[in-house]
């Protein structure tokens, strides 16, 4: 069974300052890892996927996102926050099979404060 | 279509009534994907189209629960004897056979009274 750990269901930041949400995962085979962002009362939107490949891979929106097999992790970073990033990003993790649902974590809430 | 529409976008209804939430996937796609959200839960998967596959109904959380595909294109979720822990917002997603990010609708925000 594959699950997503999510830490910090709230992160808060400054206009400016580096981003970073936390994702480790557990999967007993390799993964496909995606992180997704959500506006009020929106849908969820994909931000950037992990496949095969280059283990740092970029997004959408000027984030970006490391595959540390090791650390079992996938964080997501950006290097200067804007108001516009406030809300709420999901990691999420299948199996590379693709056949099997997506398993999302808990979800963390971004807050930027000018 | 553009993107996956789903309707209702909000709906309420009375303790022990049945409801119907509709998804329309883009066109083409083959899997179509029924997520719930509830509030502080992230997101709970329901149920799971491919194809002409028999669907994954190992997340529904009980005989209440239905869904169908029909011509493997639109897709409803049916809930029987709505109850108050049903309220959540129900989402739909669909992907290509290739591609696999999913396309999420916004969402059917359900609350039961």
């Known amino acids: 069974a594959q699950s997503v750990t999510q830490l910090g269901s709230h992160v808060s930041v400054s206009e400016g300052a580096l981003v970073l949400l936390r994702c480790n995962y557990s999967?007993?085979?390799?993964?496909?890892l995606f992180w997704y962002v959500q506006y009020p009362n929106q849908g969820l939107q994909l931000l950037l996927k992990?496949?095969?490949?280059?283990?740092l891979v970029k997004g959408i929106n000027g984030f970006e996102a490391e595959f540390k097999k090791s650390e079992t992790s996938f964080h997501l970073t950006k290097p200067s926050a804007h108001m516009s990033d406030a809300a709420e990003y999901f990691c999420?993790?299948?199996?590379?099979?693709?056949?099997?649902?997506?398993?999302f974590g808990k979800g963390t809430r971004l807050s930027v404060i000018a | 279509g553009a993107g996956v529409s789903q309707s209702p976008s909000n709906k309420v209804t009375e303790k022990g009534k049945d409801v119907e939430l509709r998804c329309d996937p883009i066109?083409?796609?083959?899997?179509l994907y029924w997520y719930r959200q509830s509030l502080g839960q992230g997101l709970e998967f329901l149920i799971y189209?491919?194809?002409?596959?028999?669907?994954?109904k190992s997340g529904l959380p009980s005989d209440r629960f239905s869904a169908e595909r029909t011509g493997g294109s639109v897709s409803t979720l049916t809930i029987q004897r709505t109850q108050q822990e049903d309220s959540a917002v129900y989402l739909c997603?669909?992907?290509?056979?290739?591609?696999?990010?999913?396309?999420f609708g916004s969402g059917t925000r359900l609350t039961v009274v």
């Open positions: 999967s007993s085979v390799p993964p496909y």
């Open positions: 189209f491919q194809g002409n596959s028999a669907p994954d």
């Open positions: 999420a993790v299948s199996e590379s099979r693709g056949n099997t649902p997506l398993v």
């Open positions: 066109s083409g796609h083959t899997a």
């Open positions: 997603a669909s992907r290509d056979g290739f591609n696999y990010g999913y396309t």
């Open positions: 992990y496949t095969t490949g280059a283990t």
